[in-house]
């Protein structure tokens, strides 16, 4: 599996996802500006002592990362999605993008993949999840149909 964060901003938030990579030996791709500098204070904390761990890849862009891992499915993760992400049978190769934090993924790539833009249900007032928890949700449904633990 790979987690793919297009344009991060919140470095607790990417150091959190990280060390949860780590632990799933899940890849984890940056890609394009981040707002933040990777060896920020906070980014560094988040991650702990488990960054030797991490598979870690930086790309200009998201083409970069679609370039290099052709053989999986890429998933846009956006509460503007219509299909839920326990809908998806994942595969090993798999990609799960996810957005900035405070814009999430731009609405023209979740409209021109409704088939693999995929959503976490939410059923109160509040308009998203924090970032390290969806990628958490995910990723572990994910390697759960996967590895089937």
Wanted: one cysteine or more; a neutral charge; aromatic letters at 12%.
């Amino acid at each position: 599996m790979h987690v793919v964060l297009y344009q991060p901003e919140i470095p607790p938030n990417v150091g959190n996802i990280a060390r949860l990579c780590a632990a799933t030996n899940t890849t984890l791709h940056l890609v394009g500006k981040l707002g933040f500098i990777v060896n920020n204070r906070h980014y560094q904390r988040a991650g702990l002592d488990y960054w030797e761990f991490l598979n870690l890849e930086t790309h200009n862009d998201l083409d970069e990362v679609f370039e290099k891992y052709p053989k999986g499915k890429i998933y846009y993760l956006s509460t503007k999605a219509t299909k839920n992400y326990t809908d998806v049978k994942f595969e090993d190769d798999d990609l799960l993008v996810f957005g900035p934090e405070t814009r999430g993924l731009p609405e023209k790539m979740i409209f021109e993949n409704p088939d693999t833009a995929i959503k976490i249900p939410m059923f109160g007032k509040v308009r998203s999840l924090n970032i390290s928890n969806s990628v958490s949700i995910v990723l572990y449904e994910s390697l759960r149909q996967i590895k089937g633990f």
